[in-house]
């Protein structure tokens, strides 16, 4: 099974708004909502910062958000700031009843 | 809150086995499904398999099927995974994580353990 898609590396000034697609088949992203995204920061273990397709844990700040066209997931980030520099992982649930994670984008702050 | 504790780091020779521990503290997860998940040095996270909490089923991803087995001990907490077959590609940081079930997403994620395979 062919991991997702994600752009390997996103970047964005202080302040900004970025948006990480993930590209996927209608057997995962385009079959279901249960599309999550985590953050990682270097020697960390990941974290979930959307659940759902959109949804946000507790704790999670507002900046991030998520949605859903098709096959294809999104993360958008408003207002960048330097700790969310990271890299960034969407995984999606796939009718199989297994898990299919994307390569990860490395989000860069400038 | 659930907090996993792993098992300390591994080296192994390529075609011996390894198995790794994740026990709960904080919290029992005897309700939670347990996923593991491994991250090569330098690349993206991969999924190996999960054990449900219902029934301690399990599911493989199709690339470690017959090679990845993974049980739960509910008397003690603790939660193995374990992978024949070694190869030097197995190299990665292993990490146990904790579902509630049916909220499809990786709730907790234990620290990781670091399965170093070489000859």
């Known amino acids: 099974q062919s991991a997702l898609t994600q752009p390997a590396s996103v970047s964005g000034s202080p302040g900004q708004s970025i948006t990480i697609s993930c590209a996927g088949t209608r057997y995962d992203i385009g079959g279901h909502q249960h599309v999550s995204w985590y953050q990682q920061h270097p020697g960390k273990a990941p974290k979930v910062i959307i659940f759902d397709v959109s949804n946000r844990p507790s704790g999670v700040s507002n900046r991030f958000s998520g949605s859903k066209s098709g096959n294809t997931a999104s993360l958008t980030i408003s207002g960048l700031q330097p700790e969310d520099e990271a890299d960034y992982y969407c995984c999606s649930y796939r009718t199989s009843g297994a898990y299919l994670f994307a390569s990860g984008t490395r989000v860069t702050v400038l | 809150q659930v907090q996993l504790v792993q098992s300390g780091a591994e080296v192994r020779k390529p075609g011996a086995s390894v198995k790794v521990s994740c026990k709960a503290s904080?919290?029992?997860?005897?309700?939670?499904?347990i996923h593991w998940v491994r991250q090569a040095p330098g690349q993206g996270l991969e999924w190996l398999g999960i054990?449900?909490?219902?029934?301690?089923?399990?599911l493989y991803a199709q690339n470690f099927q017959g090679r990845v087995t993974v049980t739960r001990d509910a008397s003690t907490n603790t939660a193995y995974m374990e992978l024949t077959s070694l190869r030097s590609d197995d190299t990665a940081a292993y990490y146990c994580?904790?579902?509630?079930?049916?909220?499809?997403?990786?709730?907790?994620w234990g620290l990781g353990t670091l399965v170093t395979v070489s000859s």
């Open positions: 994580v904790t579902e509630v079930p049916d909220t499809y997403y990786f709730e907790y």
């Open positions: 904080g919290d029992t997860f005897t309700n939670k499904h």
């Open positions: 054990i449900r909490a219902s029934d301690s089923s399990t």
